[in-house]
Structure formats: C-alpha cells, structure tokens
C-alpha cells in the first residue's frame, strides 16, 4: 500500500538553528512525485516542492534543501538558519495513480515545527 | 490572483443540515479533488472530479456527501445531513496537466454544532 510516514510529530528549535524533517515513503509504482507542503497558523496549505521519481538531485531554494534518497525510499526537507515565521506543520505527500488513471496525493501526518526567538 | 479560492472561509452550521462548500478555479484547471483534515489531523483524500464525473472517492465519501460542476466553474461539495464528526477543515485542490503540483484553496472550515 501506499503510505508516507512522517516520525517527528513535533520539533522545536530556537532562531537559527539548522532542522531537518524526515519523511519516508512506500509506493508500488515505478513512477511517482513527492511534494512538501507547508500550513502555518492560518490553515491553508502552501506548495513547496515537486519532486518526479527520476530526479534524484538535491534540490536548494534559499534556505530550504531537500534530500531524495531513493534507496531509502526518503525525501527529507532542511531549513537552514531558521526563522521564527517557519513554524508551521510541514505535509509530505506522494502522488498515487488511481485506477481511473487519475492521480492523488498520499499525506503524511505532518511535523509541527515550532521556532523560538 | 491565487489559483483556487474557497467560500466561506468559515461555515458553522447546526448538526442535520445541508452545507454546500464553494471552490473556484482557474478556467484551465481539469482536475479537482476535496480533502478533508480534521483539526490537528492529516489532510485526508475525500474526492477527485474529472470530466464532469468522479473519478476517485475514499471509504469517508458515503451517501452524504456529492459533489458536481455545475457551471463549469464552481466546484461545489454539497453535505446533505451534517453530523457532528464532519468538523474539519476542507480544502478544494485543481490542476492542470496530470502530476503537477496541486493547488490547494485556503480552505473552509466547517463546524457543526
């Protein structure tokens, strides 16, 4: 089955500190994409990244990172100096194809990043 | 201009009611799904919606809920007897072309009391 498991629960850091959030994943298909969305506080949900099954390249944006490790069946996110105004609960997602052949989004549970001043 | 906006942003309506949930895309969008995330909980998959008819639903989208297209812009999920445990959060999402990144509107939040 399909599943993506996202351990951390909740993290919490203090201004400038480095945190990696974790997230693992399990699929049967050969292809497939992994998102990271992030919600703050007033509850919409901001796209991040997409990342296709064959592109194992560590991507950086700022002072965001991501590390896709196929082997491990991992797509790990790094915010480097973090800032107050990233906390917020941070979603790991996996496409599925359906069997309409139609896509949708497997969540994690999410990992509520709290940064001190 | 966002992508996909939601109305309301907050509905309380009374347990036994009909609640119609509104999302607007934008005109090249093909794609539409509803999730679901009940408060402090993942964000669940209730529907996908192409071609005017669905294409996927989850174990939650039972007899009560039903969505449709009306006018080829609102994307509406309609509830017909609100329970209690349909407090949640509802996001609407769109996309284009196949495995791009999914819109999310900035979702309505539903509660029944």
């Known amino acids: 089955a399909q599943k993506v498991t996202q351990a951390q629960t909740e993290i919490s850091v203090v201004e400038k500190e480095d945190v990696t959030l974790d997230c693992v994943y399990e699929?049967?298909?050969?292809?497939?994409?992994l998102f990271w969305y992030k919600q703050p506080p007033s509850g919409e949900l901001v796209f991040l990244i997409r990342?296709?099954?064959?592109?194992?390249q560590n991507e950086i944006s700022g002072r965001y990172s991501w590390n896709f490790q196929k082997s491990t069946s991992s797509f790990n996110f790094t915010i480097t100096a973090s800032q107050v105004v990233d906390s917020a609960v941070y979603f790991c997602?996996?496409?599925?194809?359906?069997?309409?052949?139609?896509?949708?989004?497997?969540f994690g549970t999410g990992t509520r990043l709290k940064v001190l001043a | 201009e966002p992508e996909v906006t939601q109305t309301p942003s907050h509905q309380v309506t009374q347990m036994g009611q009909e609640v119609i949930l509104r999302c607007v895309p934008i005109?090249?969008?093909?794609?539409f799904y509803w999730y679901r995330q009940i408060l402090g909980q993942k964000v669940e998959f209730l529907v996908s919606?192409?071609?005017?008819?669905?294409?996927?639903k989850s174990e939650i989208f039972d007899d009560q809920f039903s969505v449709e297209r009306p006018d080829g812009s609102n994307f509406t999920l309609k509830i017909r007897s609100t329970k209690l445990e349909d407090s949640a959060m509802y996001f609407c999402?769109?996309?284009?072309?196949?495995?791009?990144?999914?819109?999310f509107g900035q979702g309505t939040r539903l509660t029944v009391v």
């Open positions: 999402a769109a996309f284009g072309q196949l495995n791009t990144e999914a819109f």
């Open positions: 919606f192409y071609n005017n008819e669905i294409s996927e």
């Open positions: 005109s090249n969008h093909l794609y």
């Open positions: 997602a996996l496409s599925e194809e359906t069997t309409s052949g139609t896509y949708k989004y497997i």
């Open positions: 990342r296709n099954s064959f592109d194992e």
């Open positions: 699929t049967r298909d050969t292809t497939y994409y």
